[in-house]
């Protein structure tokens, strides 16, 4: 395997490992299911975003009676508490420090 | 009927539409901070997810959306993606008219840092209002302080 992706596999780790069948089917994660709120039934569409990277996505945008509220709220959120409780600390660490001159 | 949320309705005045800054879609995604803070915020986005406003994102914002969940949880990264294309939901493509306008912020010292600017500018060349949580943006392109409306 190349270096490159061994580095890029060890700082993007996956959850989940599945394979590809030979007519291309294959199994969507729990996890993933239950973050993207896809449901058994649902009908998706898959679209290609890079080499490798396969997205796929609900037709008809989320599943009906999904609240991105009571989702977000649950522990099946995997973002609670990830940007480090602070968000404005978190933007301003991105786009550097305010000068003090023209602090308001 | 309820009284509207005095930031719903200076979004509704605007039009409907608003353009958001980063750190509020944070405190809606992380569900963290001050909770009468998350309360404001949680309104308006509950209004998005209805329908009744929608919420355009700066390309921007949306990478720094992307960087702690790449960091750390890749999972995230596909809440922050399904987010950014929910409904009502939109992140505005980058284009030369926000880049002149962010440099004119920037080299009028309206706006010191260019992440802020080309927010503020993209909000502007839209014609829509700035939702930020950063005081010192908001005063300085008169952008909608969520902090205002706790």
């Given amino acids: 395997m190349a270096r490159w992706r061994e580095m890029l596999n060890a700082a993007t780790p996956r959850t989940q490992l599945t394979?590809?069948?030979?007519?291309?089917?294959?199994?969507?994660?729990?996890?993933?299911?239950?973050?993207?709120?896809?449901?058994p039934g649902d009908e998706v569409v898959t679209i290609p975003v890079g080499p490798g990277v396969v997205l796929v996505e609900r037709v008809g945008g989320g599943a009906s009676g999904w609240k991105w509220r009571e989702f977000l709220d649950s522990?099946?959120?995997?973002?609670?508490?990830?940007?480090g409780g602070d968000p404005q600390a978190y933007v301003d660490e991105l786009r550097g420090p305010w000068p003090?001159?023209?602090?308001? | 009927m309820a009284r509207e949320h005095p930031l719903v309705a200076a979004v509704r005045a605007a039009g409907g539409g608003f353009l958001c800054d980063t750190a509020p879609l944070v405190y809606r995604?992380?569900?963290?901070?001050?909770?009468?803070?998350?309360?404001?915020?949680?309104?308006?986005?509950?209004?998005?997810?209805?329908?009744?406003?929608?919420?355009?994102?700066?390309?921007?914002?949306?990478?720094?959306?992307?960087?702690?969940?790449?960091?750390?949880?890749?999972?995230?990264?596909?809440?922050?993606?399904?987010?950014?294309?929910?409904?009502?939901?939109?992140v505005v493509e980058p284009s030369l008219g926000v880049a002149h306008g962010a440099a004119r912020l920037?080299?009028?010292?309206?706006?010191?840092?260019?992440?802020?600017?080309?927010?503020?500018?993209?909000?502007?060349?839209?014609?829509?209002?700035?939702?930020?949580?950063?005081?010192?943006?908001?005063?300085a392109v008169d952008g909608l302080l969520v902090q205002d409306y706790v």
């Fill in chain 1, 19 to 39: 394979k590809v069948s030979r007519n291309g089917t294959v199994v969507l994660a729990a996890r993933a299911r239950r973050a993207a709120g896809i449901q």
């Fill in chain 1, 75 to 83: 522990d099946e959120n995997p973002l609670r508490g990830i940007y």
């Fill in chain 1, 100 to 104: 003090e001159s023209t602090r308001s």
């Fill in chain 2, 29 to 90: 995604l992380e569900r963290t901070g001050p909770r009468t803070l998350l309360a404001v915020v949680d309104v308006l986005f509950d209004r998005v997810e209805e329908g009744a406003l929608g919420c355009l994102v700066s390309v921007l914002s949306a990478a720094e959306l992307f960087v702690r969940p790449y960091r750390v949880d890749p999972p995230a990264v596909t809440v922050v993606d399904g987010f950014l294309r929910g409904p009502n939901v939109g």
């Fill in chain 2, 106 to 139: 920037v080299a009028r010292r309206v706006v010191p840092r260019l992440g802020d600017a080309i927010v503020a500018a993209t909000a502007a060349d839209l014609g829509l209002p700035l939702v930020t949580a950063d005081r010192r943006l908001a005063r």
